[in-house]
């Protein structure tokens, strides 16, 4: 394994661990570590959420949050990435995604999370159905990929 | 040829099977499936990319009448 880099990129269907996360970002260079979670929330375009179903198409989408990882360490002297994206369903308040960055110093460390979370809404061949409260369910609009094609 | 759909595009099925004996650009790909959905999925269809396992096709890319090939609507991942 090389001094810095990504560490983990995987989508799986169960439970999140960021302590696991964060152990993978160890690095004794890295002063700072910012861990970023989504979180399944309980109100979207005011209706009551319960949860949210992910679904992925798996093989591409670590392809891809390799790639995202990757892209957004680029700049860095050195960076570890640790990031992970839910699929199943999920309840409200259950991590859907995290990002654990570490770099020397924080302002790094803020950057690479927020370029990756970024990424991951616009690239990610992920998708968002909603379940509420009066038991209607909706797959959530999106962002085309026809832009990256 | 073998289409797998996901998110939004599942209503139409997780997978179907369609009859292609030549290899098709992406753009005519899309046109086909247009014609064997409901009207409905016309619009979606217009913002989904097509793609393997390893990436997205370009429009212009040509796929085999052998390929199995993955419909992605837009996507709502985070």
């Known amino acids: 394994m090389s001094a810095s880099g ?35 929330r309980d109100l979207n375009d ?12 798996a093989p591409l989408a670590e392809r891809t ?31 859907s995604v995290a990002i654990v960055v570490s770099t020397p110093h924080r302002a790094e460390a803020y950057s690479v999370s927020r370029a990756i979370i970024e990424a991951i809404k616009h690239e990610l061949p992920v998708w968002k159905q909603e379940h509420y409260e009066d ?13 990256h094609a | 040829m073998k289409l797998r759909f996901f998110g939004p595009m599942r209503r139409f099925g997780g997978e179907i099977e369609l009859p292609v004996a ?8 899309r046109e086909r499936v247009k014609a064997v959905s409901d009207a ?13 396992e390893q990436r997205v096709l370009r429009d212009d890319e040509l796929v085999e009448p052998s390929a199995v090939v993955a419909v992605l609507p837009p996507v709502s991942g985070g």
């Open chain 1, 6 to 40: 990504v560490r983990v990129a995987a989508i799986q269907d169960i439970a999140i661990d960021t302590n696991e996360l964060l152990r993978r970002v160890t690095d004794p260079a890295c002063g700072a570590v910012v861990t970023f979670c989504g979180v399944v």
């Open chain 1, 46 to 57: 005011g209706r009551k959420v319960l949860a949210v179903s992910y679904d992925a198409f």
């Open chain 1, 65 to 95: 949050l390799q790639q995202i990882a990757e892209r957004a360490t680029d700049s860095q002297a050195r960076a570890n990435v640790a990031v992970v994206h839910r699929t199943g369903r999920l309840a409200v308040g259950e991590i």
């Open chain 1, 135 to 147: 038991g209607d369910s909706e797959w959530l609009k999106g962002c085309s990929l026809r832009a």
């Open chain 2, 22 to 29: 030549e290899s098709l650009p992406v753009r005519e790909l």
């Open chain 2, 40 to 52: 409905s999925a016309g619009a979606l269809l217009e913002q989904c990319v097509f793609a393997t």
